[in-house]
Nanobody, 122 residues
Framework: QVQLMESGGGSVEAGGSLRLSCVAS????????MGWYRQIAGKERELVAV???????NYSDSAKGRFTISRDNAKNTVWLQMNTLKPEDTAVYYC????????????????WGQGTQVTVAS
């Protein structure tokens, strides 16, 4: 079993910043992709940013230039620094990680956090 614990959500005024954190714990041999998704009320969950553990991260168009994803592989932790927040960024933000539980595991699976609310007031 793997748990993803998110923190750092909250309320902020437009133009402000928040930093989300996510720590994965449990039966983990390795993690490939770690990323952040969000779900705006009434809409489907969408990708915000993903870090594959190597190379450059990928961002949604709405996140480019304002959000930065970073990761510490040794600590199974990923962060999302969100700057210049806009009211349209208001959503529940979810952490996700592709987990290989054991060295002999042939497949990986995606584990999700419970979500953290981000509210941006205009």
């Amino acid at each position: 079993q793997v748990q993803l614990m998110e923190s750092g959500g909250g309320s902020v005024e437009a133009g402000g910043s928040l930093r989300l954190s996510c720590v994965a714990s449990g039966t983990i041999f390795s993690i490939s992709a770690m990323g952040w998704y969000r779900q705006i009320a009434g809409k489907e969950r969408e990708l915000v940013a993903v870090h594959l553990g190597y190379g450059s991260p990928n961002y949604s168009d709405s996140a480019k230039g304002r959000f930065t994803i970073s990761r510490d592989n040794a600590k199974n932790t990923v962060w999302l620094q969100m700057n210049t927040l806009k009211p349209e960024d208001t959503a529940v933000y979810y952490c996700a990680a592709d987990i290989r539980p054991r060295s002999d595991s042939l497949v990986t699976y995606t584990s999700w956090g419970q979500g953290t609310q981000v509210t941006v007031a205009s």
